[in-house]
């Protein structure tokens, strides 16, 4: 399935933008696109466990949270977008504060839930500041542009490494940074 989004440069489905849309044929409706639409590789927990990505470190906590049902199930329409760090800014926290966040499955879940919005946002969207909601519910995370790159910012802090990852219910982008709430904010330091 696609998710079909649109700003104010035009519509994308995916990540693809449309460069003619509704062009009526016999047999159905045509939308011209500039790129191929990626293929999903497998549900948004599927490409979490992908060796390729160094990402197993959110997996395990996605798990541990209990989280993984939702990001693995394809039976809903609910689509999801994760932003994963990677197993390399898990390891830049103090190890006194992964360990705290190992030993509460709450903390964990508010982390975990931190990182997952209910709906599909590709890189297209990506491209203007705002907020954008959790599943950690009243909690946002801050979307700004790096000034000399025009990169976007995850909190003012975290780049997206890895954008548009098409999974069978979300997309996944991987961060270079853990984004920390303001619930696990005293553990993490």
């Known amino acids: 399935s696609s998710g079909i989004n649109a700003n104010n440069q035009g519509y994308y489905f995916n990540q693809a933008f449309v460069v003619k849309g509704e062009i009526q044929a016999s047999n159905g ?3 011209l696109i500039e790129e191929v639409l990626s293929v999903p590789e497998g549900t948004v927990l599927q490409i979490l466990g992908n ?3 160094n990402i197993s470190m959110f997996l395990n906590y996605v798990n541990k949270a209990h989280l993984n049902g939702i990001l693995g199930s ?8 994760v932003f994963a760090p990677t197993n390399a800014a898990f390891m830049a926290l103090p190890e006194a504060a992964r360990h705290s966040l190992e030993r509460s499955t709450t ?3 508010y982390l975990v839930q931190y990182h997952i919005h209910s709906g599909t946002i590709h890189s297209p969207s990506l491209a203007k500041d705002g907020s954008i909601s959790t599943m ?3 909690h ?3 979307l700004t542009h790096d000034g000399s790159t025009g990169e976007p910012l995850l909190n003012n802090i975290a780049h997206v490494n890895i954008a548009d990852i098409e999974g069978d219910n979300g997309v996944v982008h991987v961060i270079s940074h ?3 709430p303001s ?3 005293n553990i993490v330091g």
């Open 178 to 180: 853990v984004l920390i």
């Open 29 to 31: 409706v045509i939308y």
């Open 107 to 109: 903390y964990l879940r």
């Open 51 to 53: 060796p390729d990505y």
């Open 183 to 185: 619930t696990v904010a």
């Open 140 to 142: 946002y995370i801050g």
């Open 136 to 138: 950690h519910g009243g």
């Open 74 to 81: 394809t039976t809903s329409r609910a689509r999801y977008t």
